[in-house]
């Protein structure tokens, strides 16, 4: 009954951005768009800030489904970056399932678009290859609630963990004195009410 | 732990399409009528795209629940109609499992009205027997969004997965590249902001 | 893992009534009054219909949670009816207990106010006895959607099975033709739109 | 005090469709992208049915915002299409204003993207010289329901009428016998619910 | 500034129940179906209870809009009864403002479905020939609540006054001396809450 | 055009509490139970701390609408009381408007429980005689947001000024320097999230 | 009853940003705080934009309302700023208005923390003033949405015209050829779908 | 398959209470501040009135975060206190989890903020090391209500049971009779239906 808690490590954790694509992103009505965007900055935030390795993929980014968002290439200039042909679950791609494992990890972090398609195929996939596969719900878009709510349940069925990007960061960080400022600089990008009340503590302690 | 992912094959897949009659979906308000309408011609439209075997039925049509909605009548003519005299639970009528293990096929995709008895009923029966069972949750509606949840919740507790029309879809599509105009098609039927994408594709691509 | 369909039978069933008093209905707000009292009649029509034993409890009567709606007990005048002098789960009255075991039935159907005490508590020890339990979610109320769905959790994880009263209803018919114009009269009186349906298809195939 | 109820009239009423681009709609949040696009439709299908005169306009159609949803291009081959040059509001482009002052009609039926601004602006110019507009807010979308209603509360100071098309529809048909099947046919296409109690009905008097 | 308050006075005013048939009502979505029929009976119980006049009209009865909820029917038998042969607004049926100026009243308490059709026509003639007109907003439903404000908005700019069934039973009753009991007795049928309330209240001064 | 605003003014303005009974406030499901009561005691509060005349009566209170909330009847010991025998409208009872005109005010702040009666029924009568009504929508509550949107509404329409509790006492005080301390003490009770505001800068500036 | 559209002008507006301070906008729960943030700084964006002359104001920053958010300190280094030593309504403080009226433009856009007091205080007395107000709703944040919506009613009432941040920039532009590239930048950051579609478009016509 | 029902003892329970500080509140949107401030209080109120052994814990307290809440302080002066210098997962500090070991108890009440961090790290860590678990869901507050269904998704998964600070009260408490008046007194604090319950019945009975 006891099993052993699957934490985070950030020297085992690998993450993976799927088709958060212009196009792709206007199916997205389970967050609103400004909602969406920060949560999926957030994450790539965090790939970046504890160093981790990211893999990105598209689909078929030369048609309607539009090129990956800029912001998300720009950040990771040096990630594999697979331009899948036509498989929808990016698993089916051979680069993209080597691109995992060259990495040597086995705690996967992934997010995408649509949620019940490609993050939750995939999943399922590293699920049963035996990987942890942490789903970070907020970073993950698709068409409404009630396709959110049968994927979630889908992916938790098969052992996926479902977190979202600030619970990914916690527990990768694991200790504020790891880098405190580094930390508190990247929540207050992406946390207003947190910004505030840095800036509040800030002016207070000035004086 | 890691057992199989349980995935949509079109070679192993039956439709069962439960009580979408005139009547009976009135009572169904966890959806708009739109929407449930859309949905539930998009699962009919990969039926047929995939060619799965379709089974039909309907529970007292020639009462108050009414006859079948006209399109499914139409789309499948020559699938297998099970008018059932009176049983509710589907799997209670002889002729609509003999339909499905006549199919020789072990994957049910199923929805209906309403969610809680005509669907929950059949993917209870059909899970206790050994199939595997993808239970469609956004064309299938009940009265309202408690008894949604109560009915997931029990079969998921069962081994039934939930999945929507268009993860359907592409699961069992599975590489863009086996039909890439089908399924373009059939997606801009049914997703206008799809649709919208490709409209503003191909005007941009043809200057 | 194909366990055996946990299905409702009527000669199997016990319906427990828990705690619909007067006074305590007052703190039901993850439901408008309206259907509250409409889902907890509908489920003593049921339970009238099918002839199923049913025990009725209170809890401090003579207090502020008030009396047992007068409905209830004019609809069950024979019925075990236990005022519970203290006991907050209604599994630790013997006389509670007794009265179950005493219809020799292994199926409960519990519903009550609230939720997350008044049926929940009950639910796990019946479980753990040994029970089948079947939670009528929609005639069963508390202080918000919040409390609802952690009670829902709780008690899924120990096995119960959440129902809603349509659902226990057509279990336990099985088929129409086992008294059709029963039913159909029972589905009148609680759900307006069966009523409408019924309405137009008399005055329909009237002329 | 009581001033004389402004009523739609067929023969008085123009309509004007600004702005339902490809690109744009994706702006749209205030409906679901298959509720809206039902509405939009359905708003054409009554100018068509009703025979008023249409005029479209679009906004930097070349650019991101994208061209004209094709339907309502292919449903109106002949009305006044102003392909507005940067004008935000079209009442501030010349020919918009001329075409509709050429149909010399008074009453406006106005619908667009988005509500706040490409049917608000116009909706107020009008007003301000004398027309009785009518706003269709059903088929006009805005980024969330506090833009919406914002929108609203200036129109309606402003005195514009808001409807929805179905309001709309009736106020020009008046009668039913004035074209029975025609509007019957209509309301089929775009009222699921509608559309299930023809079928009911045409099922039940058949027999 | 200050014009007098228009108050409902039961020797005054009469009550138009509009187009309230079982086909139509299955359109409504802006109300649950229990909610609703519980406001409709509530609403001509009051009609019964102060003795107003009460006029009955239908659209289309004998097509797919079914006949008149034969509740109603049966509560006001000898009322005049307008099965209107086409017209959409009542007011533009002779029979039915006659039926109304026959009874020599100007405060018209008008309720129906679908609210901004078969409410607000009627109500902007009857405001323009000088009638005062209360709309009974929860007596009244319709497609969605965009809808339903549109609605209100329309018919409120052109001086509607917008009550709930409650407030016409209380605005008409003034005194709860002038009939205790009765009020009680209706209250107690309709308001779940209020019918707890008297039941303990009889439980507790029992004693 | 340019009326004078009417702004609230301590030496004018006199507070009416219309109804919070312990029986009653059962009937409030337009805010959860909490809200409302710390809505209702906020405003007393502002009575309070402003010195304001306050005016309190009840509805039968001795059947089942049950007494005034004690915590009112504590606060305001020495303030009129109105037990209304009968009149449903308070304004009806000629000792509560005495008590109102005997105070020389002419601002009145209402606050009640059901808002669409006990509020708006007084609220219409006091504009009707020339006095300016503050209505305290978070203060008055109600069955369902139907009723209450309509309620303001009918109010609106009539002169009445919506306000909140917080308003209130925001333009009662005017200035922070009239006694920072004590409106701060207000706030510090009734807005959680102020209370923290003021813990935190506490803490900081002690440092 | 054709008065004239009262339409923002860059060359007449003056932007008023009141007490957007770190420790109030806590208080804002009627946007979640991304939302709240992004429309704040995007209607700062057009202030920018259209080069209008901004006032910004403060409450007590020094004590717990904390100080003005640091981004908006930075965008207006030479704008008027009042940090007001106590007056709620900022209308009451000499220096603020007289710096308005310095500008000597008519039209005010506002926006604050909260909307009831901040925003709706200075407004009234704005309008009385013969000021055309336009208040931007979505920059503008307080308690919750009963609150919200009581503020927006008593400002409409008094002349006050609502708008939102996009409408306000639309308005202002007019025509896009003033400054295409400007405006859609501005766009781009604060619309994440318009960047979207921007960044589609690119991609698709680089081809 | 029918394990023992894990109920909570007042003899074997201890409680958490984890990061509910000034700053950190300001965290919290899936509950109004004025209901988590209520359930918070409510759950420190069960820990004393049954004398349950309570541990409080800060994260960085002299930063942003600010100080624990201070009715917390000041209702268990005595209770183990930490200050953790920089662990965001409680259980990494040695400190805490000696507190918790040196109570000899092995059921966990825990509730804190943000419940995806700061209560979910240490459940999972107190389920791995064999405690039971009882997460209060409604004193523990988050970013929305999807990170708050996740969190609750990953720790049900882990074996934690989902309970509300009446649920726990009530399964404490056991039977009414162990200290009615006092338990009364607690509800009749933290819930006001309650409250008006037992005002009504003392006044009904008084007669």
């Known amino acids: 009954m006891t099993v052993p808690y699957k934490r ?15 196009g792709l992103i206007s199916l997205v009505q389970d967050f609103t768009p400004n909602e969406f ?7 790539a935030d965090c790939a970046k800030f504890f160093n981790l390795p990211t893999i990105l993929t598209t689909s078929f980014e030369t048609g309607p489904n539009g090129p990956l968002v800029p912001e998300l290439k720009a950040m990771f200039p040096d990630a594999p970056y697979i331009a899948r042909p036509g498989q929808i679950n990016a698993w089916d791609n051979e680069d993209f399932v080597k691109a995992i494992k060259a990495t040597g990890r086995k705690q996967i972090i992934i997010a995408g678009v649509v949620t019940d398609v490609c993050v939750a195929f995939p999943t399922l996939c590293a699920l049963e290859e035996g990987f942890d596969v942490f789903v970070v719900t907020d970073a993950s878009g698709t068409f409404n609630d009630v396709v959110q709510k049968a994927a979630w349940a ?10 979202n990007w600030f619970s990914v960061a916690c527990e990768l960080q694991g200790d504020w004195r790891n880098d405190m400022e580094g930390l508190a600089n990247l929540l207050s ?19």
Chains 1, 2, 3, 4, 5, 6, 7, 8 share one sequence.
């Open 8 to 22: 985070l490590n950030k020297d085992d954790a690998v993450v993976l951005l799927v088709d958060h694509q212009t």
């Open 37 to 43: 965007k920060n949560n999926v900055l957030a994450l």
């Open 154 to 163: 889908r992916m938790t069925a098969a052992g996926a963990q479902l977190m």
């Open 189 to 207: 990008q992406r946390i207003p009410n947190y910004r505030n009340l840095m800036n509040s503590y800030s002016a207070f302690t000035a004086k």
